[in-house]
């Protein structure tokens, strides 16, 4: 067996399969990332960011600071034909949460034009 100290191309063998092997484990056990678009509840920022896939929501907006950025959708009016991104987030009812597409109480209230006003016209964007 060589002599790292004798000969330096085994000590630089050495040193580049060590980190070539940590460079190997770091890439297999990396959380993979998805491009997520996300609004503000907040100051009412929509942004895109790159964030591991099991995030949970909310999330701290660059912007303004406060961890109010939940997941995005984007809607389009069907009365003014204007593009916005709606919160996608439970509705708090109460003491507890319904799930918006369950829709057991009523039309989701957040299906309200905010450029013309008219309710129920907004829908997601194919």
Do not use: H
Not at 17 to 22: A, K, M, N, P, Q
Not at 33 to 46: G, N, P, T, V, Y
Not at 112 to 120: A, I, K, L
Request: hydrophobic share 35%; charged share 20%; glycine share 8%.
């Amino acid at each position: 067996m060589a002599n790292w100290r004798q000969n330096p191309v085994v000590a630089i063998v050495a040193v580049a399969v060590l980190v070539l092997g940590v460079g190997l484990l770091t890439l297999v056990f990396k959380t993979p990332k998805q491009e997520f678009l996300l609004k503000c509840d907040s100051c009412k920022a929509e942004f895109q960011a790159k964030l591991p896939a099991d995030v949970t929501f909310p999330v701290k907006c660059p912007l303004c600071g406060q961890t109010q950025a939940y997941q995005g959708v984007k809607v389009k009016c069907k009365a003014c034909g204007k593009e916005l991104v709606r919160i996608n987030k439970p509705l708090s009812v109460g003491s507890g949460e319904i799930d918006v597409k369950q829709r057991t109480l009523g039309p989701d209230p957040r299906s309200q034009c905010p450029y013309c006003g008219v309710r129920g016209q907004v829908d997601e964007s194919k």
